[in-house]
């Protein structure tokens, strides 16, 4: 059974940093892009980061370019998502996800077949 556990949410203050970590289990995800997705309260579920497994090739959204940095851990099967310099609008629940995508920046939520159940970070102004 695959499964995506994040971890590190919690609540800081604008201009802090944050580590999320995202366990994988239950497969290989070497063939696999990694992902990083997130959704503010009525707001749809948008694009931060991604990461081809093998290459370790990296993706973000314009919104967060310069200030996070994802990355993996081959060993640990682990994801992380840096986090500084955080804004309030940065607020939102934090998803993990891994998938096949066809193109390149994988930013659709269609891209992703695999999801953890989120967590959530709030940056206080």
């Known amino acids: 059974q695959v499964q995506l556990v994040e971890f590190g949410g919690g609540l800081v203050q604008a201009g802090d940093s944050l580590k999320l970590s995202c366990a994988t289990s239950g497969r290989t995800f070497s063939d696999y892009t990694m992902g990083w997705f997130r959704q503010a309260p009525g707001k749809e579920r948008e694009f931060v980061a991604a990461?081809?497994?093998?290459?370790?090739?990296?993706y973000y959204a314009d919104s967060v370019k310069g200030r996070f940095t994802i990355s993996r851990d081959n060993v640990k099967n682990t994801v992380y998502l840096q986090m500084s310099s955080l804004k309030p609008e940065d607020t939102a629940v934090y998803y993990c996800?891994?998938?096949?995508?066809?193109?390149?920046?994988?930013?659709?939520?269609?891209?992703?077949?695999?999801w953890g159940q989120g967590t959530q970070v709030t940056v206080s102004s």
């Open positions: 990461i081809r497994w093998s290459a370790g090739s990296t």
């Open positions: 996800a891994s998938g096949r995508p066809y193109t390149y920046p994988p930013v659709s939520r269609n891209d992703f077949n695999y």
